[in-house]
């Protein structure tokens, strides 16, 4: 069997249980392979459409994803492992070809990930069901190596 070199792992949430459950695992993938975690917070329709209609705040936005950080960042620490994250839109009016799934492969592009953890379950809430849009998408196209949980 063939030792993988893994220096980031790459893991989109969203803010769900699902989601909290996928840095799990990738923090434990970093811990095994001494790499880094990057969380990449993807917003999902109806927060990206409350924010051009003015339903919904930054602000506002920046209270649950910094929350949430908060939570992943306790996952990291206790595991020793190096945690980044970022905020990023999965869904635009303007873009059609925006989609979830393209949002965590350009990031995982991007960032130079070698790895990537990805939650398939489905949520049960409308504002963070957008990874489960993601998973096939992620699954299908990935050039790195996948684990989906």
Known sequence: ????????????VDGSPESTTAVEYAVAIADRYDAAVHAA?????????GLADGTVTDAEIATDTESFSDRLDEIAVDAGVELSTSV???????IKTLHPGSVVLDTAEDLGADFVVVPREPANDSDT????????????YASQPVLSV
């Not at 069901?129 to 299908?140: F, H, I, P, S």
Request: no cysteine.
């Open 129 to 140: 069901d957008v990874l489960e849009k993601a998973a096939e998408y992620v699954l299908l």
């Open 1 to 12: 069997m063939a030792d993988l070199d893994i220096e980031l792992v790459v893991v989109p």
């Open 41 to 49: 917070y993807i917003l999902g329709e109806p927060r990206v459409r």
């Open 88 to 94: 990023t839109r999965g869904f635009s009016t303007e």
